[in-house]
């Protein structure tokens, strides 16, 4: 029978430590890591429960892919080199088959983003997921979302709406895209994109709570507004049809768990900006958030989910 201990062994061991800054990972009281000279360590913490971030029948292997997934994004937003993690699991029970097909997925992103898994905890109750995630950022040069500025030109990654209409299809709605399905089970963090705008952007962010929302938090904490532009988003086939068939024409600015990047950038270096990102808006000194579309401009939300609500 499996223990605390085995567990870890069977099932979290699995890869060596790839990174010279890591100087002792798992095994230990503490996992220790050495911080080069000229960087900063960025920190991210993320918990997901059962039937709040997550419907119970999952597929462990995505979970354990977007559990990391979310962590990484986090770190891709402020421009950090990601390092290391650390995993906590608030487990009801022993399932081997599901924690094999949770740990390859959870490692396998590890992997391809070089991280080294250092340690954490197991414990028995309700299914509860939690990383800490490390990332390295050279001294001054971390992204945030307290400095975008007037004149800024608002710019994301990727597509909008695509996890939102995923979520939309688990609970219910018509749509066959495997798609949505799979920007909503296993997103992709943006970490190279990330790294990218450390010399370009002066303020970003990632969309995990919706692009309103997720706007409305560099909006407020660098005291300015802005007007997004609706003809000007990145909308999917399958999302434009959800919004023909509903006219829920806010779902894509909305719904979270796209975990793109938005980020704003001075007009002077724009041309800088990889070519994968469109530019959606801009920032003013007006405060507030609002919509163009169709030539009328209307007042956005800029609410999202809280968890305490």
């Not at 462990?60 to 906590?88: E, R």
């Not at 097909?101 to 490692?107: A, M, N, R, T, Y």
């Not at 409305?216 to 086939?237: E, N, R, W, Y």
């Not at 530019?279 to 000194?285: L, P, Q, V, W």
Request: glycine share 8%; charged share 25%; net charge negative.
């Amino acid at each position: 029978m499996l223990t605390e201990f085995s567990l870890i062994d069977k099932f979290f061991k699995k890869l060596a430590l790839k990174n010279p800054e890591t100087r002792l990972g798992i095994g230990d009281d503490c996992a220790l890591l050495s911080i080069p000279d000229g960087f900063e360590l960025a920190i991210t913490t993320d918990t997901m429960v059962e039937n709040v971030h997550f419907f119970a029948d999952a597929n462990p292997k995505q979970l354990g892919h977007k559990l990391l997934a979310v962590n990484l994004s986090d770190l891709a937003a402020m421009g950090a080199n990601p390092l290391a993690v650390t995993l906590a699991l608030t487990l009801p029970k022993i399932d081997e088959n599901w924690l094999r097909e949770f740990s390859d997925g959870f490692l396998n992103l590890a992997q391809l983003y070089h991280v080294d898994l250092i340690g954490g905890d197991t414990t028995k109750g309700a299914l509860t997921l939690t990383v800490q995630a490390m990332g390295l950022i050279p001294k001054g040069k971390a992204l945030k979302r307290s400095t975008a500025k007037v004149g800024d030109l608002i710019f994301m990654t990727g597509f909008l709406g695509d996890a939102g209409l995923g979520l939309k299809i688990k609970q219910g709605f018509d749509s066959k895209s495997q798609n949505a399905l799979a920007r909503f089970h296993a997103p992709m963090p943006r970490v190279e994109i990330g790294l990218t705008l450390r010399n370009c952007a002066n303020s970003c962010i990632d969309i995990s709570d919706g692009l309103a929302s997720d706007l409305g938090h560099i909006l407020k904490q660098s005291h300015v507004g802005a007007t997004l532009d609706f003809d000007k988003l990145l909308l999917s086939a399958d999302v434009k049809n959800y919004i023909e068939k509903t006219g829920d024409d806010l779902m894509p600015l909305l719904a979270g768990d796209d975990y793109e990047l938005c980020f704003t950038v001075s007009p002077e270096f724009k041309n800088s900006v990889p070519e994968n990102c469109t530019e959606i808006g801009i920032i003013e000194s007006e405060l507030g958030l609002r919509l163009k579309k169709a030539k009328q401009i209307t007042t956005l939300t800029t609410k999202g989910y809280e968890h305490f609500s």
